[in-house]
């Protein structure tokens, strides 16, 4: 029995500032799954065929890293290869054979479409906001393998879809001490959050722009520094494992 290819590759053109450019649109045929690094021998024999290599490339779409660092080296003879960063909706330069542009360049991309919704999870510390929106994710990609669902952790505290795919439960807590960034803590850690939580805001927005439902991930405290990623969220689930929490969260989502 042959095993469907887990990934399709096409070519669409996208709108950016320098005009329409050749885009290479990675779509995971199975989202709910994870895809295996055996699939990378096959790899360059599923690039299409009408894909320009006298032209750039900007490749798009969620996929892990390593998928990207491969189409890179598939795409190799292209002119110049960007990456679409969703977070500031612009295409990183990464391999560049031409003067005009040169590797960490941005290129900003034009999108002309309704804004997606945007959830805000809150709620009071280790009450499982991670764990549902993880949850969540999948059962919307269940309902609909073609929904754009995108999880965005407006947060420090180190954990990512990652640490909930591991099967290794100690590693994953272990990495995800290690990855916490407590800002909060710093001796400008005022002004930090303050910066911080307005890029996140940012990203919202640009995201939106992007994906059909963001799932936003606010961590356990209610902060007015929070502020501007509420103006960026549309909706607001509360998960809340004390039940006096529950109004603060409400009236911040609310806006009070």
């Known amino acids: 029995m042959t095993l469907e290819f887990p990934l399709q590759l096409d070519v669409i053109q996208l709108q950016t500032e320098l005009g329409i450019c050749q885009t290479l649109a990675i779509t995971l045929t199975e989202p709910r799954e994870l895809i295996k690094t055996t699939i990378l021998s096959d790899l360059k024999s599923k690039i299409p065929q009408d894909l320009d ?3 750039g490339v900007i490749l798009y779409g969620m996929s892990p890293i390593w998928l990207y660092g491969c189409l890179v080296e598939c795409c190799g003879n292209a002119p110049w290869i960007a990456c679409y960063d969703v977070r500031s909706q612009k295409a ?3 391999k560049s054979n031409i003067q005009t542009l040169a590797v960490g360049d941005t290129i900003s991309i034009i999108f002309n479409r309704t804004p997606g919704i945007a959830i805000l ?3 009071p510390p280790d009450s499982g906001k991670s764990v549902f929106s993880y949850a969540l994710r999948r059962s919307l990609l269940e309902k609909d393998k073609n929904l754009k669902v995108f999880i965005h952790r407006a947060n420090w ?8 795919e591991m099967s290794d439960r100690d590693t994953a807590t272990q990495l995800k001490e290690v990855n916490t960034r407590r800002i909060h803590l710093l001796e400008n850690g005022e002004k930090l959050m303050k910066s911080y939580f307005a890029f996140h805001g940012g990203a919202i927005e640009n995201i939106r722009n992007v994906m059909d439902i963001v799932l ?3 961590g356990g405290k209610v902060q007015p520094e929070k502020f501007p990623i509420l103006e960026q969220c549309s909706h607001y689930i509360i998960i809340s494992r004390c039940q006096e929490e529950v ?3 409400h009236d911040f989502c609310r806006g009070n």
Do not use: M, R, S, Y
Not at 157 to 164: P, V, Y
């Open 53 to 55: 290599f006298n032209q």
């Open 92 to 94: 990183v330069v990464v």
């Open 121 to 123: 999870i809150g709620g």
């Open 157 to 164: 505290d180190g954990e990512g879809n990652w640490a909930l």
């Open 216 to 218: 936003v991930d606010v």
């Open 247 to 249: 109004g603060k969260w």
